[in-house]
């Protein structure tokens, strides 16, 4: 599954800091092997360079709880 700008999204990446957080795609970039490459921000900070394969859909309900964190 392709992602787009703005989309909620989870990273699942044991090395990051951020590994099982919502995010939310900023930036989408093409690899020069044609795969899309991923800006994710979250509240602390930000993850340069995600592969496809470290994302999935973040569900509505994991979206609400991360705005409602923000309040």
């Known amino acids: 599954m392709s992602f787009e700008k703005d989309d909620a999204v989870v990273l699942h990446d044991k090395h ?10 900023t930036q989408v970039i093409e690899s020069m092997f044609g795969e899309p490459t991923y800006t994710i921000s979250f509240d602390e900070g930000q993850e340069v360079g995600i592969a496809q394969d470290q994302l999935e ?12 964190d923000d309040e």
Request: hydrophobic share 35%; proline share 0%; glycine share 10%.
């Open 57 to 68: 859909a973040a569900d509505a309900a994991d979206a609400d709880d991360d705005e409602a």
């Open 16 to 25: 990051s800091e951020f590994d099982g957080e919502t995010g939310t795609v």
